[in-house]
């Protein structure tokens, strides 16, 4: 089993739509959790952190579930520059930043007009 | 402020030569790390370090590949000698503690 598995997509989503991803993971005793989005030919960039409780950043919210081992992302209101690779990522050992991450290989989103 | 800054943005080179990436983190930072990119295999942790040390080197392809430290501002990967399946992306990023990890714009690595 991959330390870190996504859906690649692509998902093709009108302007407006709300998207959902989910990723999974296999190392039960990460602690840390993030998403992060990459455009094509740059670099990672966070777009933000998975806490216990559930997140939300404006149209961004994360949730995690221990238990089931994933993590998803929801979208809302989606816009077109929110088409980008989103990447699902996990810290490699049980604490946080300053350990290496793993990095899923990433859900292509596309948003159309 | 200055970001992670890696030079050079793209190398093209022949199988067999030595090839040094560098690397400036973030100013205060003390995590290090070197990643790799491929479209087969997604972002791959090389290695990273904490306050200069190199703490996990496992993901090292091969003996080929070799990362330095000698101050909080500089680190180095060097591959010698390259070979074309080398030929990816390869991102550095730095952290402070527990916070996330900021990445640079990455060298584009091309071996012939």
């Known amino acids: 089993r991959k330390e870190v598995e996504q859906d690649p997509g692509p998902f093709n989503v009108p302007e407006g739509a709300t998207v959902a991803f989910n990723c999974t993971y296999s190392n039960s005793a990460s602690q840390s959790f993030f998403w992060y989005r990459q455009d094509c030919r740059k670099e990672p960039k966070l777009l933000m952190s998975v806490y216990s409780s559930g997140n939300e950043d404006g149209r961004f919210t994360a949730q995690l579930n221990r238990a089931s081992q994933y993590i998803s992302l929801l979208i809302r209101d989606s816009k077109l520059s929110d088409s980008a690779t989103y990447l699902c990522v996990v810290n490699r050992y049980s604490g946080g930043g300053a350990d290496g991450l793993t990095f899923g290989k990433g859900t292509h989103l596309i948003i159309q007009p | 402020d200055a970001g992670v800054i890696q030079s050079p943005r793209h190398e093209v080179t022949e199988m067999g030569q030595e090839v040094t990436l560098r690397c400036k983190p973030i100013?205060?930072?003390?995590?290090l790390f070197w990643y790799r990119q491929t479209m087969m295999r997604g972002l791959e942790l090389l290695i990273y370090?904490?306050?200069?040390?190199?703490?996990?080197d496992s993901g090292m392809p091969e003996d080929r590949f070799s990362a330095k430290m000698p101050n909080a501002s500089f680190s180095t990967l060097k591959i010698q000698p390259s070979e074309p399946r080398d030929s990816a992306v390869y991102f550095c990023a730095s952290s402070f503690g527990y916070q996330p990890q900021h990445f640079g714009d990455g060298t584009r690595l091309s071996i012939l």
């Open positions: 100013s205060g930072h003390n995590s």
């Open positions: 370090f904490n306050n200069n040390v190199p703490i996990d």
